[in-house]
């Protein structure tokens, strides 16, 4: 499979009133046609700040200051901000976690989808009419294809107009209607019910399948993952701290990380878990110094961890970072 995205060593901060926060601190990824890569890790772990950083969505006082982040052969970093909103939308597109918020109130969902059309579809006719009608018809399409009953009459009604789990839907088909190599889902069902979120799941993989899509599901959920996922890759405190195909990093975790997020889960019940491990907090992220930062709640700690991990081979296509790997067996 050749690759889509390609994140190297990326780092992005925040200028924060106790310091600064490295959000995001030597990140790499990468991330291929049409495959699916789960992204987990305890709140703050950096995973929303790692994507908004390849949307070039981060806003002052955060900024990216390392790293290359290559899309499609081009160093996204390189481009201007007008360059960046043509790649958004039209090549990646980010559903954000609360779909309320990332919906505009005062426009109608028709007119929603129109603006996107509008801004990246290159296929529409350029005249008025058949251009509005080809909006209109690809509009209908693209609500029809996230399951909205009645596209045709709901294309005129507000977001507050819809249930939580409908604007999700909604805001996936916004996503979608450029159809974009890379889907970037930040917890797509968080705050709906099971059942719904079962269906927004199997909708985004039924559209990867069906459009050939890569999808980045940002998830608390290793069951998602399980479920979902091609690849999975755990974060902790602003790094990857494990990564690999997913029945491997799920089957037989090598992070201590990641094996206290999975043995505080009961495998049959992987799904809907809240990800509450291993005793302690994330660190605070202002001025850590260069050494492993699971140290402090790891049970296999030793005083040489306290050096500066890097990613290292975990098996074929498995990376880890940690100096006891051999240990953890
Ligand atoms: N505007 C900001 N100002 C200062 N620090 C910020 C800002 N936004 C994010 N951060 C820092 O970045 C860290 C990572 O945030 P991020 O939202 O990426 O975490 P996350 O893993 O996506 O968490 P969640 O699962 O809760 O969404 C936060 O803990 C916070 O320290």
Known sequence: MTVLLEVTN??????????????????????????????????????????????????????????????DGRNLRDLSSEEMRAIRGRDIAMTMQDALTALNPALTVGEQLAEVLEAHDETLPSS???????????????????????????????????????????????????????????????????????????LITDIRERLGMAVVLITHD??????????????????VVEEGPTDQVIGQPRHPYTRGLLASIPRPALRGQPLTPISG???????????????????????????????RDAG????????RLEDVE
């Open 128 to 202: 008025g009419s058949a251009r509005r009608a080809a909006i209109r018809d690809r509009s209908v399409e693209m609500l029809g294809l996230v399951g909205i009953p009645s596209p045709d009459t709901r294309l005129r009604q507000y977001p507050h107009e819809f249930s939580g789990g409908m604007r999700q839907r909604i805001m996936i088909a916004i996503a979608l209607a450029c159809r974009p190599k890379l889907l970037i889902a930040d917890e797509p069902t968080t705050a709906l019910d099971v059942t719904i979120q079962a269906q927004v799941l199997e």
């Open 222 to 239: 290793l069951g998602v993952v399980a479920e979902h996922c091609d690849r999975v890759m755990v974060m902790y405190a602003g790094q």
């Open 316 to 323: 074929p296509g498995r990376r880890a970072r940690c100096l």
């Open 10 to 71: 990326l780092r992005t901060e925040f200028n924060a009133r106790a310091g600064l926060v490295r959000a995001v601190d030597g990140v790499s990824l990468r991330v291929s046609r049409g495959e699916c890569l789960g992204v987990v890790g305890e709140s703050g772990s950096g995973k929303s700040v790692t994507f908004s950083s390849v949307m070039g969505l981060v806003r002052s006082p955060g900024r990216v200051t390392q790293g290359t982040i290559f899309f």
């Open 281 to 311: 907090q994330v660190p605070d992220l202002v001025g850590l110094p260069p050494q492993c930062r699971f140290h402090s709640r790891c049970p296999l700690a030793r005083p040489e961890c306290l050096v500066e991990v890097p990613m």
